[in-house]
C-alpha cells in the first residue's frame, strides 16, 4: 500500500483490538492485489433499539491505479453483524473477492489476438486428392482434401481465399482444418 491505512469509528469510541484486526486484514489485501494505492476503513455503530444490540457497519474503500474497489456491510438484515469483528471480517472478504475480480480483468486487459493463420489456394490436384496454400508470408504448405471443414474438395477453387491451422507434417510443414473464408476478409 502506498498511502497509510486510515480507520475511523463513528458513533463509538475507538477500539484498539478492533483497529489491530483490520490493519491485519488491510495488511493481506496486498497478497491479492500488489499495487493498492490506498485503503479506508470506516466502522460505524448504528444504535438500535433496547432489545437488540448495537449492530455495526463496515466499509472498506480501495483506491487501485483506475479506479476504487468498495465494499460495504450493511447490518440492517444480518444480526451477526451484532459483532462487530464478523462485520469486519465480512467486510474485508467481499473487498478481497472484487480485488481478486480486478486483478483478473486487470491481466487479461492486454489480451492480444493472433490472427489466424490464412492464404490462398495455390494449387489444386483432384486426383490425388490435394492441394497447395499459399500464405501471407508466400510460403507453400500442403493440404488433404479431408482437412477441409464446410466444404467439399471438388467445390474449391484456386485463389479461394482460406484460413488453417499449421501442423508438421511428414515432409514439412501443412494446414489442417481449412476452412474457405468466403465474402469475410481476414485483416493481417
Not at 440492517?76 to 473477492?97: C, L, M
Not at 482460406?162 to 468466403?182: D, I, K, N
Request: aromatic residues 6%; neutral net charge.
Amino acid at each position: 500500500m502506498q498511502l497509510p491505512l486510515q480507520i475511523t469509528f463513528r458513533d463509538m469510541p475507538p477500539s484498539e483490538a478492533m483497529e489491530a484486526r483490520i490493519r491485519e486484514k488491510a495488511g493481506k489485501l496486498d497478497q491479492v492485489y500488489d499495487q493498492i494505492m490506498s485503503c479506508r476503513v470506516v466502522v460505524e455503530a448504528s444504535h438500535r433499539n433496547h432489545q437488540q444490540g448495537n449492530l455495526y457497519h463496515v466499509r472498506v474503500d480501495v483506491t487501485v491505479p483506475e479506479g476504487e474497489v468498495v465494499a460495504s456491510r450493511d447490518a440492517r438484515n444480518n444480526h451477526a453483524h451484532e459483532d462487530a469483528y464478523v462485520a469486519i471480517r465480512d467486510a474485508f472478504s467481499a473487498v478481497r473477492r472484487q480485488l481478486q475480480n480486478y486483478a483478473h480483468r486487470r491481466r487479461r486487459d492486454v489480451k492480444t489476438h493472433a490472427t489466424p493463420p490464412h492464404g490462398r489456394v495455390a494449387e489444386l490436384f483432384p486426383e490425388q486428392g490435394y492441394g497447395r496454400i499459399r500464405d501471407a508470408e508466400g510460403r507453400e504448405l500442403y493440404f488433404h482434401r479431408n482437412s477441409l471443414v464446410d466444404t467439399e474438395f471438388d467445390r474449391l477453387s484456386v485463389g479461394a481465399e482460406v484460413r488453417f491451422v499449421e501442423e508438421a507434417g511428414e515432409l514439412g510443414p501443412q494446414a489442417s482444418s481449412v476452412r474457405v473464408t468466403g465474402k469475410h476478409h481476414i485483416v493481417g
